[in-house]
């Protein structure tokens, strides 16, 4: 020990000694502001809405205007994209013209006010729908879109974990006779007899119960269902398939694990 300390402060080596606790700070100080810059990764805008003139023609009817605005968000983030102001009324020519968002896109006949999507760690283009809807008298005019309440949010990737899955039982054949609660694997999900069957195909529901709670494209799913998708749990609002959690109004996504 007495030479460890002797040759550390030896005045030949102290500068050199120095120059590695300078170098071992640095590299401590860069480490730390990486962590924190990772800790902090949250959704943005990678190009915003920029104003756009609208001509509205002679003729009756509402418009609907398209746009788009694109999000970088990491992968397994939950992004929801929004107007705080979601109607806006502009006096033009002694008429009116009043823009709604309805943030679908235009071509779907269900629309929300707000758009939700899970993050790919990649750019994500989304489209925005507005409806403006003219009076009479503003016919034939243009008008500037400023859609500039404009708010994202984001939030980190859910904790909740689904049911596993257990592959040591059959897989379902459909020559097989099951008799009640009898469970078989099929698409790598459990499904529970309620009753006796022959030839009936699990993902079709019918006299099986699906065990498994983890979301899948191949079942389908009926109103207040609860699924885990993406660390988050979910629940149907009417029957459903296809529909990913996330990216169709059908899921509500509840909070908490339980």
Same mark, same amino acid.
């Given at each position: 020990m007495q030479y460890f300390f002797t040759s550390f402060f030896n005045h030949d080596n102290i500068n050199k000694n120095c120059n590695v606790v300078k170098k071992l700070t640095l590299f401590f100080i860069l480490l730390l502001a990486s962590l924190n810059l990772n800790a902090s990764t949250t959704c943005q805008f990678t190009s915003q809405l920029i104003p756009d003139t609208v001509s509205i023609s002679p003729d009756w009817g509402d418009y609907y205007f398209e746009t788009? =605005?694109?999000?970088?968000? +990491?992968?397994?983030f939950k992004f929801k994209i929004e107007l705080e102001q979601k109607t806006v009324t502009t006096t033009l020519n002694d008429g009116k013209v009043t823009s709604t968002f309805l943030g679908a896109t235009c071509d779907s006949n269900t629309?929300?006010?707000y758009i939700e999507n899970i993050g790919t760690g990649e750019?994500?283009?989304t489209s925005l729908c507005f409806r403006i809807t003219p009076t009479s008298d503003a016919r034939g005019e243009s008008i500037i879109f400023y859609p500039s309440t404009l708010s994202l949010y984001s939030i980190e990737p859910g904790s909740c974990k689904p049911k596993? =899955?257990?592959?040591?039982? +059959?897989?379902?054949?459909?020559?097989?006779i099951y008799n009640?609660?009898?469970?078989v694997l099929h698409k790598d999900q459990n499904y529970k007899a309620k009753y006796w069957t022959q030839g009936n195909i699990p993902t079709a529901g019918g006299p099986w119960i699906l065990l498994s709670d983890?979301?899948?494209?191949?079942?389908?799913?009926?109103?207040?269902?609860?699924?885990?998708?993406?660390?988050?749990k979910?629940?149907?609002?009417?029957?459903?398939?296809?529909d990913e959690p996330g990216t169709n109004e059908v899921w509500e996504l509840l909070s908490g694990c339980n």
């Open positions: 788009s =605005v694109s999000v970088f968000c +990491p992968a397994g629309h929300l006010n750019q994500q283009s596993q =899955v257990d592959y040591s039982k +059959p897989e379902w054949n459909e020559n097989s009640t609660n009898d469970i983890s979301w899948s494209s191949v079942n389908s799913y009926n109103a207040k269902s609860i699924v885990v998708h993406n660390g988050r979910w629940r149907a609002k009417w029957w459903t398939e296809g």
